[in-house]
């Protein structure tokens, strides 16, 4: 089972599956800590393992945070910790855990590293993926981009079939 992940300090986009069939993708959303950083990754933890207990991953790829000018040391520590904490889960339970950079996901998923956040959604519902509605739709995506670069790194057998699905004049049917 494979896991792409979209780390973020109020909404968590993810997506699980084989890369057989059509993967399950969500988000978990976190209310605000403050500079408690102890109970943001409670709360990360509490959903990850329960994502796990149900699809028990062998890799996930996650987002590398990114960076902005200005950004607050809070924001950056909360960022660094999500993917810090991950890394040692999987490190604990042999998973392997990959950080991915984001102009990668969006070549992988939309052909271009310059894609908006629409074009990424675009892309997700072209191969047929569902996406929860909103905003949250945009996290759930970049964590299907994260899910299609380890179906590219972890699972070959199955790319042709989700490149046909990207680029075949039709999508989206799996």
Known sequence: MIFGLDLASRCCGWTAGTGETRPETGVWKYPHTGDDLGLLLDCFDRDLCALADRFPPTVIVYEAPILVPYDKLLKLRKLYALGAYLEFWGRRRGVLVQEEDLRTLKTRLTGSHKAD????VRMAKKCGITL???KEAE????????????????????????DALLYGSRGGLL
């Open 117 to 120: 956040k629409a074009e990424m």
């Open 132 to 134: 929860p509605s909103g």
């Open 139 to 162: 996290d759930a995506a970049d964590s299907f981009a994260c899910w299609l670069c380890a179906i590219q790194h972890h699972a070959k057998p199955f790319l042709p079939r989700w």
